[in-house]
């Protein structure tokens, strides 16, 4: 499975727009790329996944280069509850659709 | 969404003795489980994946004698810890796969004094 980057930590104000960025440049055709987020003692919960197209749900979207080498998380309008550590995973059937957790991004959002 | 549920959610036991944890799909049918340990301020480690009636496939450096994985129906994965040690103190999570997605269970805290 495709190895993924992201920055250790970023902040935010409440109110405004989050983006977090994930790079996946040896990602193979068939990986899709899934975000979690665990919010402290607690287990990660589902936020978007994608293969190609830009993703769009409730809590968020997912802007997916053209060359598919890295993706963008956006929260629309972050709040205090937004709080957490996000993963940007990468993986596919091949690998047992088994989700391998990096050392994500400590979002913080201030008010 | 799916809900997964794990028990006990904290569990505290005496260095040698063994503890099991369950892991729950409670609206859909799982024939993939996984389970993940958690340390303080890491990230979650993939343990071993649960299939339903089969053996579970551990990951390189887990040691399957002491970390037993059974997963008995499509709705229940456990995963038990023997002879428990303060070194195995830590959070354990587990992983549904449904419905086109992994949902993830609360977690269980183990204490090992």
């Known amino acids: 499975d495709a190895k993924t980057t992201q920055p250790p930590s970023m902040d935010c104000a409440e109110g405004r727009a989050a983006n977090l960025p994930c790079n996946h440049s040896?990602?193979?055709?068939?990986?899709?790329v899934y975000w979690y987020r665990q919010i402290h003692s607690q287990g990660p919960q589902y936020i978007i996944h994608?293969?190609?197209n830009n993703e769009t749900n409730e809590m968020a979207s997912l802007i997916i280069t053209e060359d598919r080498k890295s993706s963008t998380l956006i929260l629309p309008h972050a709040t205090l509850r937004d709080t957490a550590v996000y993963y940007c995973?990468?993986?596919?059937?091949?690998?047992?659709?088994?989700?391998?957790f990096g050392a994500g991004t400590i979002l913080r959002v201030k008010s | 969404g799916a809900v997964v549920s794990q028990h006990p959610s904290r569990v505290i036991c005496k260095s040698g003795t063994s503890v099991k944890i369950e892991c729950r799909s409670l609206?859909?049918?799982?024939?993939?489980m996984f389970w993940y340990r958690q340390f303080p301020k890491q990230s979650l480690m993939l343990m071993a994946t649960?299939?339903?009636?089969?053996?579970?496939?551990?990951e390189q450096g887990v040691e399957k004698d002491k970390f037993l994985i059974n997963h008995a129906s499509l709705t229940l994965s456990t995963l038990t810890v023997t002879s428990a040690h303060p070194e195995d103190s830590s959070f354990y999570i587990c992983?549904?796969?449904?419905?086109?997605?992994?949902?993830f269970g609360p977690g269980t805290r183990l204490t090992v004094t």
């Open positions: 992983s549904a796969a449904g419905q086109g997605r992994k949902y």
């Open positions: 040896t990602i193979s055709g068939n990986e899709y």
């Open positions: 994608g293969l190609k």
């Open positions: 995973i990468a993986t596919s059937v091949e690998y047992g659709n088994k989700l391998v």
């Open positions: 609206d859909f049918q799982a024939t993939t």
């Open positions: 649960s299939n339903e009636g089969s053996k579970a496939t551990y």
